[in-house]
């Protein structure tokens, strides 16, 4: 069984601040997905990052791929309350299904 | 566009009574389905998933079941309900091997 471990489990932060959440794995993996979700709904894709070493920005969220594919890192930038939510990484180990990670929850406070 | 919906939305059932939670995509068709559980605020398990209309796998025994009655129809089950059957049940679908859409999700309490 492949695993994701996800670190931290919970992040509690200022707005304003930077925070960085991990997601490690001791297997590869083709590609590798973040989510983020809000209380009450369903997981939204946010990236996919595909090659090894991958660097993906969208707005202040940066996505990095390791090298050896096992894991990779969210970097947010100045978090702002909206930012707030449950932080998903899944591994697809080229089959139908995905490995999902135990999750990052984040709270920015204003 | 591609939407996906599932009801109800929250259920609160007793032990020992019947499920029934249904979800349906609109947009596209032979679309992989998905069923998983999330416990508070933390990771998703999957349940059962399907890549085709009959076809099921499933990947953690248990009291539930799923069907897929029609190509764009995934129906997770059960018989008699457990206290620890409550959770978050999200269906999902993909087109092959891309990403996951979930849907709105089902809250579900037993008592």
């Known amino acids: 069984t492949q695993l994701l471990e996800q670190s931290p489990q919970f992040l509690s932060i200022q707005e304003g601040e930077n925070l960085t959440v991990y997601c490690n794995s001791s297997s590869v993996f083709s590609s590798l997905q973040w989510y983020r979700q809000e209380p009450g709904e369903g997981p939204v894709l946010l990236v996919t990052v595909v090659t090894g070493g991958e660097v993906k920005k969208l707005k202040r969220l940066t996505f990095q791929f390791g090298d050896a594919r096992k894991d990779s890192s969210l970097h947010i930038t100045a978090a702002q309350p909206g930012d707030t939510g449950l932080y998903l990484c899944?591994?697809?180990?080229?089959?139908?299904?995905?490995?999902f990670g135990g999750g990052t929850r984040l709270m920015v406070k204003p | 566009s591609q939407t996906i919906h599932q009801w109800p939305a929250t259920l609160v059932q007793p032990v020992g009574s019947p499920l029934s939670l249904e979800c349906t995509v609109e947009g596209t068709s032979n679309p992989n389905l998905y069923w998983y559980r999330q416990a508070a605020g933390r990771g998703l398990q999957l349940l059962f998933y399907s890549v085709g209309i009959g076809q099921i796998s499933s990947e953690v025994p248990q009291n539930l079941s799923a069907s897929r009655p029609q190509d764009r129809q995934f129906i997770l089950s059960s018989k008699k309900l457990l206290l620890s059957d409550s959770g978050f049940y999200l269906c999902?679908?993909?087109?092959?091997?891309?990403?996951?859409?979930f849907g709105p999700g089902t809250r579900l309490l037993v008592l």
């Open positions: 999902a679908w993909s087109a092959g091997r891309t990403s996951l859409n």
């Open positions: 899944a591994g697809d180990n080229a089959g139908n299904m995905l490995t």
